[in-house]
């Protein structure tokens, strides 16, 4: 089982950046892709960026070009620089991370709210 600490959510003003932070701990060590997805009120969760343990990246098409993820040295760490951050990027915010199998774990999310 893969625990969670979720950091780096708050309130900000449009324009603003946040750095999200998230340490896993537990079952750890078949974990290859770690990332965050997102979810607003009344919509479907979606991705907003994942990196492989190669450091292969993906973003959600909304995000591109102003968020940054990455991993810390120990690998089992992960950020999310958001800058030039809009309103529409208000929501819940979910660490994520699989295993090789395709196992998924998620956090208990980390709220983000962009102000107008």
């Known amino acids: 089982q893969v625990q969670f600490v979720e950091s780096g959510g708050g309130l900000v003003q449009a324009g603003g950046s946040l750095r999200l932070s998230c340490a896993t701990s537990?079952?750890?060590?078949?974990?290859?892709?770690m990332g965050w997805y997102r979810q607003a009120p009344g919509k479907q969760r979606e991705l907003a960026a994942v990196i492989s343990d190669s450091g292969i990246t993906n973003y959600g098409d909304s995000v591109k070009g102003r968020f940054t993820i990455s991993r810390g040295d120990a690998k089992n760490t992960v950020y999310l620089q958001m800058n030039s951050l809009k309103p529409e990027d208000t929501a819940v915010y979910y660490c994520?991370?699989?295993?090789?199998?395709?196992?998924?774990?998620w956090g208990q999310g980390t709220q983000v709210t962009v102000s107008s």
């Open positions: 994520y991370a699989r295993n090789i199998v395709g196992n998924t774990s």
């Open positions: 537990g079952s750890i060590f078949s974990i290859n892709t």
